[in-house]
């Protein structure tokens, strides 16, 4: 921590669009990327005698008509491209409609008497699942019910989306102006102390627990899984990923016992998982932002995701347009003439 601490004050912030002069010759400008709040496509100018190139670094993509945030940016020309492929093998199913689904889970549950206990990753996925649990309420489709966002981490990060709404799209952006903002809606309370955080699992009737980690790798969400997993009218929400061999994917799989902090707990709770939330762009997505360069790019690097993914999605983008397209291992060296 104390290394992370002395290195803040060689941070310096940069605007979208503005160009920054990394060094001789060399500037650089950074782009919304849509993924998440702040997050940047970088694109670098290189002046020589000889003239100038541009590269552009994708970063992670996000979607486009995601709430909250704006579109990732596009660009009509530039000389090379470093594109992104978490998500080059495959494309997103059909999202179902995240607002009807996240009504009937918490409609049926209250009715079962039960609580909604949703393990949430803290950057972009919290904010976005207030985005909608304030939506819902607004329109009286959903009881009002508490809801808690038991993480520290989750709560300084949403402090930031407060602190920066410049950066939503117009759709949020009107919530702002309106005083309707998903962060400061009834209901909604903060939980920062472990006690505060305990005292919740004695609470009576139906509540919401938003609370780390994503996956039920470690975290507070563990101590609320101990005391919902085995109850028959509670609803364990899953609005992530859940990755192999992590406690969630088993909850996810139809585990019928799961070991928590060293006890086992059987699991008679609903076990739900709302598709849609992902903020990766995916292979047709993807297409997508390179489509829009206007000119033939001289070369295009896939990096930035599984082997099997940055092939298939280099195959891809090469049968289309007709690209040099190249999939480099780790430490290959390209010459950028």
């Not at 903060?190 to 790798?217: F, P, R, W, Y």
């Amino acid at each position: 921590m104390a290394d992370a601490e002395a290195s803040f004050y060689l941070f310096t912030p940069v605007r979208y669009g503005e160009v920054v002069q990394v060094g001789e010759g060399v500037s650089a400008s950074f782009h919304d990327a849509g993924h998440v709040l702040g997050s940047s496509m970088i694109k670098v100018k290189i002046s020589q005698k000889g003239g100038s190139r541009t590269i552009l670094f994708s970063g992670d993509v996000g979607r486009w008509e995601k709430p909250m945030l704006r579109d990732p940016s596009v660009f009509l020309e530039t000389d090379y491209v470093l594109v992104e492929s978490t998500y080059g093998d495959r494309v997103h199913q059909d999202s179902p409609d995240i607002s009807n689904s996240l009504a009937e889970i918490i409609n049926s549950t209250w009715k079962a008497g039960g609580n909604i206990i949703v393990p949430s990753f803290a950057l972009q996925r919290t904010q976005e699942v207030l985005y909608y649990l304030n939506e819902l309420l607004s329109e009286d489709r959903i009881p009002h019910i508490m809801v808690f966002l038991d993480s520290p981490m989750a709560i300084s990060v949403t402090e930031v989306y407060r602190r920066h709404s410049e950066l939503f799209d117009k759709k949020m952006s009107q919530l702002v102006r309106e005083k309707r903002s998903p962060f400061d809606f009834p209901g909604l309370r903060m939980v920062q102390t472990v006690d505060e955080s305990k005292a919740l699992n004695h609470i009576s009737g139906t509540v919401m627990i938003i609370a780390g980690s994503g996956m039920c790798t470690g975290g507070r969400i563990k101590h609320h899984l101990v005391t919902n997993i085995s109850r028959r009218e509670s609803t364990i929400l899953f609005v992530g990923y859940q990755a192999i061999g992590t406690l969630g994917r088993q909850i996810v799989d139809g585990a019928r016992k799961v070991r928590i902090l060293g006890q086992h707990y059987p699991v008679r709770a609903k076990v739900a998982q709302i598709q849609g939330f992902s903020a990766h762009a995916d292979r047709d997505e993807l297409f997508t932002w390179l489509s829009g360069l206007k000119s033939t790019p001289r070369r295009v690097f896939v990096v930035h995701g599984e082997p099997e993914a940055a092939k298939q999605f280099g195959e891809f983008v090469r049968e289309k347009t007709g690209w040099q397209v190249s999939v480099p291992e780790y430490g290959t060296e390209a010459l950028l003439e």
